[in-house]
């Protein structure tokens, strides 16, 4: 597709459910990035693919979260038992180089 | 692992002004990034700088690459209403291998008073 897309676009949840949020990354970028952020902050690194290379899981706050990249395209963010502390915008970013294209990102509400 | 210092937090400025923010930081970056995020949406990349010293524009937008590479500033001139948003810095440190050891500055958010 013409850009980054994420779905769903928001998401409303009761606290120890599991959430999986989708992500379709510009077609031909081999590098996925997720970051996630909270209201008026800045962006924090969760996860990052590159090819088929492990990927790079230290920015991942804890063991509920998790996610794969199928196919080196489109890649789920999965966070098990939700906790209120989850709520935020989790943002996905495709690259080919070194210029992150961002997605519009899912509005995840734990309540 | 590096950090970015970016300043100022937030801005509150009238219609017409000029913007200037900076990010700073104890380590060096091959590469500077500036992004802005509007609203409900994911940020977009505004201006991206190469080599130390190198100045750049994009409209009424400038952004510098600090000669030291440890910072970079990005001006804006004569601001407009859709101005206003969230502005990051990033800087990375270019492998070869991609975007790898990108980090983010924490923003600075723009608000303009018509």
């Known amino acids: 597709g013409a850009g980054v897309s994420q779905s769903p676009s928001n998401k409303v949840t009761e606290k120890g459910k599991d959430v999986e949020l989708r992500c379709d990354p510009i077609?031909?970028?081999?590098?996925l990035y997720w970051y996630r952020q909270s209201l008026g902050q800045g962006l924090e690194f969760l996860i990052y693919?590159?090819?088929?290379?492990?990927?790079?899981k230290s920015g991942l706050p804890s063991d509920r979260f998790s996610a794969e990249r199928t196919g080196g395209s489109v890649s789920t963010l999965t966070i098990q038992r939700t906790q209120q502390e989850d709520s935020a915008v989790y943002l996905c970013?495709?690259?080919?180089?070194?210029?992150?294209?961002f997605g519009s990102g899912t509005q995840l509400s734990v309540l | 692992g590096q950090q970015l210092n970016q300043s100022p937090q937030s801005m509150f400025i009238q219609e017409g002004e000029d913007v200037s923010m900076n990010c700073t930081s104890s380590?060096?970056?091959?590469?500077w990034l500036w992004y802005k995020q509007d609203p409900g949406e994911g940020p977009v990349l505004l201006i991206a700088?190469?080599?130390?010293?190198e100045l750049t524009s994009n409209g009424r937008l400038t952004a510098q690459f600090g000669i030291t590479r440890k910072d970079s500033f990005l001006n804006i001139s004569a601001s407009i209403p859709s101005d206003v948003g969230i502005y990051f810095c990033?800087?990375?440190?270019?492998?070869?291998?991609?975007?790898?050891?990108?980090?983010f500055g924490k923003g600075t958010h723009l608000i303009i008073q018509p």
């Open positions: 380590s060096i970056f091959n590469t």
């Open positions: 693919f590159q090819g088929n290379s492990a990927p790079d």
């Open positions: 077609s031909g970028h081999t590098a």
């Open positions: 990033a800087g990375q440190i270019y492998s070869g291998g991609g975007a790898d050891g990108l980090t």
């Open positions: 970013a495709s690259s080919s180089r070194e210029k992150l294209f």
């Open positions: 700088l190469y080599k130390a010293g």
